[in-house]
């Protein structure tokens, strides 16, 4: 293991910390938001649906421009636009204003979070085994802080831009200086060279970028991404709102059930790299559906606002394992197309933003918010049904087995 790969690791893991601080800070202050610049119920989902909108914008803008440009080169200047249009939600005296600062927001996040993932699958590709919980642990670490400075914001009554402003002085240049050091994977060229300073060249010599993507295959993983961010936009957009106008929380309270989900999934996606390890990703993806599905349930009957953060306790260490895993199931999949493999998944991502946050602040508007919860404890149990998905792939380039289909249409295509 080279100390470039070591390196590299260690700067991508603190971008995925930086933007859990951020994307925190963001969902958890949400009521100090809608109070600030006076958004009516009816109009809060409006926003809330435009942030991922843009964001599968930006995710599919990513996949055509790291045909030209390396992915830590997104990375490196989509990062300080997010922390920036983030401070922009905080200081901005307006709706128009509000608007444009979480399209900059949404539109950045999503150039952001492709370019993450891919430079993670190519480094777990790189290392020869699961490393790609370990990068979203720290984003959930991330989360727990900006989850946290949000609870100590609502508790001092401090205004929207003095909770951001000491964040982003002091985020920007760490992810600026840190941005010198990410691994962009290499492909064949690299692999001829004897693997290139910085090059993540997968053990079957696939090429990073080339081969085409073929959407049939890559099916059964967005179905499971876009169920999973449906969960977890339940959590981020509405634990809040629901911990307070429904279990008759405080504000300060109604904060806390979003640091506790963090808590959990770094819990557990930091032991979820030697699960997957041990016992393979079908299982611990079937198990974490489960667990996420039994929060959800626990969260609709809750009694009080304990009852229901312990809900939320148990979809964040149910969920936490669904994502990374897609991802890397990704990587798999396409070894060859890994890039935009990642990068289509991504757009699933904001699909399950987009359809979980309108849908259920509807059906709590139509009907109840309880009732509203059992939307995304039914998908999530679905994804029991696609968790063959996640098993290995077998060599497609040697060792006598045969190659699939999947490559092989692939192989030399512009994608389906």
Wanted: charged letters at 10%; aromatic letters at 10%.
């Amino acid at each position: 293991m080279t100390e470039v790969l070591r390196r590299g690791r260690a700067s991508l893991a603190l971008s995925f910390f930086a933007q859990g601080v951020a994307f925190a800070l963001l969902v958890t202050r949400i009521p100090a938001i809608q109070d600030r610049y006076g958004v009516s119920d009816a109009l809060l989902p409006v926003f809330l649906a435009a942030v991922p909108i843009l964001a599968g914008v930006g995710s599919v803008a990513t996949e055509r421009l790291v045909k030209r440009i390396p992915p830590s080169r997104l990375l490196r200047w989509s990062q300080p636009v997010v922390l920036l249009a983030l401070l922009g939600v905080g200081a901005g005296d307006g709706l128009a204003v509000l608007g444009f600062a979480l399209a900059l927001f949404g539109l950045a996040a999503g150039a952001l979070d492709a370019s993450m993932n891919m430079l993670g699958v190519s480094l777990q590709r790189a290392y020869g085994r699961s490393i790609m919980l370990s990068f979203h642990a720290v984003y959930s670490l991330g989360g727990i802080l900006g989850a946290s400075l949000a609870w100590a914001g609502a508790h001092w009554h401090l205004a929207l831009w003095v909770s951001y402003l000491p964040v982003v002085l002091v985020l920007l240049p760490v992810v600026l200086v840190g941005s010198r050091w990410y691994v962009d994977g290499k492909g064949d060229e690299a692999e001829a060279e004897g693997g290139a300073e910085g090059g993540a060249v997968s053990e079957t010599g696939a090429v990073g970028r080339g081969q085409g993507v073929v959407f049939k295959a890559l099916l059964p993983l967005c179905l499971v991404m876009t169920f999973a961010y449906i969960g977890d936009s339940t959590v981020s957009n509405w634990s809040a709102k629901y911990l307070q106008d429904v279990l008759g929380s405080s504000e300060q309270l109604a904060t806390v059930p979003y640091n506790v989900y963090m808590v959990t999934t770094l819990i557990g996606r930091a032991l979820g790299d030697l699960g997957v390890r041990r016992f393979g990703a079908v299982a611990v993806v079937r198990l974490g559906a489960l667990v996420a599905a039994a929060g959800f349930a626990v969260v609709a009957v809750a009694p009080g606002a304990w009852a229901g953060m312990g809900g939320f306790t148990l979809v964040g260490l149910g969920l936490c394992v669904l994502v990374p895993q897609t991802f890397a199931a990704a990587g798999r999949l396409f070894p060859g197309a890994s890039d935009a493999a990642v990068a289509r998944l991504n757009v699933f991502n904001y699909v399950g933003f987009l359809v979980g946050s309108p849908l259920v602040g509807a059906l709590g508007d139509a009907w109840s918010y309880r009732g509203a919860m059992a939307v995304p404890m039914v998908l999530v149990l679905v994804t029991f049904v696609y968790a063959r998905s996640f098993a290995p792939q077998p060599d497609r380039y040697g060792g006598g087995h045969e190659r699939p289909r999947t490559a092989d249409v692939g192989r030399g295509s512009n994608g389906v």
